[in-house]
């Protein structure tokens, strides 16, 4: 069965400071991983997400995840976040047998 | 641009009604969910269809049925409303029943309260 934890449900950033949002997931065979991204009052959208290759990958908006095999672990980091980055972001995970499984979110404040 | 419509932000509702939360989405997608949202649980999946007229039970699906009468309509409906199924309800959609091949489309969501 797979599952999926986040360890912060929420994480305090001042403006322009990095950000690291963990994740890390179990399965027992290969996973995909996700990372949804919810604004105030708006449904979730795909941040990005790791299929298969590079291990490091890139969202439009400066986000970056790395899947880490020996650490089951996909963890979220921005080097300088901004008023426009708080949201509550979900990690998730799949595999060839279709279901998604979301974390439990992590809340992201920025402070001024 | 895929657009899922919840048709309600807000539902306040009386114990023991019978409500329905309607969705439509206008990509013709093959594939819609219903999920509930609460603080420190995350997203729980109630039921989805990956049809017409077709529809699978998720991992909450008590006190809960659906109905897929058309591709672009997935309704969730509460036979008799409890205060526990006070919520935020999102609706998604996705091209391909396969998670990784096509990501989930939310909608806004729907806030019910049941008192």
């Known amino acids: 069965a797979q599952s999926v934890t986040q360890l912060d449900s929420q994480v305090p950033v001042f403006e322009e400071a990095p950000v690291e949002l963990r994740c890390n997931y179990s399965s027992s065979v290969s996973v995909y991983l996700f990372w949804y991204v919810q604004y105030p009052n708006q449904g979730l959208q795909l941040l990005l997400k790791?299929?298969?290759?590079?291990?490091l990958v890139e969202s439009i908006n400066g986000f970056e995840a790395e899947f880490n095999k020996s650490q089951t672990s996909f963890h979220l980091r921005k080097p300088s976040v901004h008023i426009s980055d708080t949201a509550e972001y979900f990690c998730?995970?799949?595999?060839?047998?279709?279901?998604?499984?979301f974390g439990k979110g992590t809340r992201l404040h920025i402070l001024p | 641009d895929v657009k899922v419509t919840q048709s309600s932000r807000y539902l306040v509702k009386r114990t023991g009604e019978k409500v329905f939360l309607e969705c439509v989405q206008d990509m013709d997608h093959e594939n819609m969910f219903w999920y509930r949202q609460d603080p420190g649980l995350g997203l729980r999946l109630i039921y989805f269809?990956?049809?017409?007229?077709?529809?699978e039970k998720g991992d909450i699906p008590e006190g809960y049925s659906v109905s897929r009468e058309k591709k672009e309509r997935f309704s969730l409906i509460l036979e008799s409303a409890s205060t526990n199924q006070t919520s935020m309800y999102l609706c998604?959609?996705?091209?391909?029943?396969?998670?990784?091949?096509?990501?989930?489309?939310f909608g806004n969501g729907t806030r019910l309260t049941v008192t």
């Open positions: 998730a995970v799949s595999n060839r047998d279709d279901k998604i499984i």
């Open positions: 998604a959609s996705s091209l391909d029943h396969r998670a990784y091949n096509s990501p989930l489309h």
């Open positions: 790791y299929l298969s290759g590079s291990t």
């Open positions: 269809s990956y049809d017409v007229k077709m529809k």
